[in-house]
């Protein structure tokens, strides 16, 4: 059943992953709310995870919109990108990588916006991740309470938020600027001379025929 409680949490999750920066992690307003009124643990997880990947995948499509305002050689790059990442390898990486640490995930999806890949892979990833990350968070939040209530209270003015907030929008512009192309063409040449196989035909191709 749905409560009311239920949509608050849902709404809450939803806008601070539509953020594109300078957010609270998620894992601590689910904390708050199982803080301050008792919300099951198993309800906070599978709305909370349901909700983060609503939110990023409007945030993705939002940046998406705006890719095509980059010069082609961008789009190109950060296609071949996207494009590794929504690969079979790319994808498992991607859920270990949401499972073992709470990461901020806001630069990831507006890479993947901007690099217009199919985003159904990367939002499962995601959310399964992320049933696992806010589980553990909220079954170890009962001996951190004072701790918990100290990061809601800091909100998005502390210094680690802003830290945080400014590191992603480094890592955007470093994202957009990086020639993926070459750097993913030389890990697959040395992935394949290392299991004796050739060199395969750069990403370029596979983008390419896609097109």
């Known amino acids: 059943m749905v409560t009311p409680e239920i949509l608050v949490v849902a709404a809450a999750v939803f806008g601070v992953n539509v953020l594109p920066a300078f ?4 894992w601590s307003v689910l904390a708050y709310f199982r803080i301050t009124e008792g919300t099951p643990i198993w309800a906070l997880v ?3 995870a349901l909700a983060a990947a609503a ?3 409007v945030l993705a499509m939002g ?4 890719g095509s305002h980059l010069p082609a050689r961008r789009r190109e790059n950060l296609e071949a990108l996207g494009t590794t990442l929504s690969g079979t390898r790319g994808v498992l990486a991607t859920a270990v990588l949401f499972m073992v640490s709470p990461v901020p995930s806001n630069t990831l999806f507006e890479a993947a916006g901007l690099s217009r890949v199919p985003l159904a892979p990367l939002l499962a990833a995601f959310g399964a991740g992320r049933l696992v990350s806010y589980s553990v968070a909220l079954l170890s939040v009962s001996a951190a309470q004072g701790r918990v209530r100290e990061v809601i209270a800091g909100g998005v003015s ?3 938020a802003i830290a945080f ?3 992603g929008l480094v890592s955007l512009v470093v994202l957009v600027r990086v020639d993926w192309i070459s750097v993913i063409d030389r890990a697959r040449a040395w992935d394949a001379r290392r299991r004796g196989r050739p060199a395969p035909p750069s990403i370029r191709e596979q983008i390419q ?3």
Not at 23 to 26: E, I, R
């Open 46 to 48: 599978v709305v909370g």
């Open 165 to 167: 907030g400014l590191l």
């Open 158 to 160: 502390s210094p680690k």
């Open 63 to 66: 940046f998406r919109q705006s």
């Open 55 to 57: 939110g990023r995948c």
């Open 23 to 26: 957010g609270p992690p998620t």
């Open 209 to 211: 025929a896609r097109s």
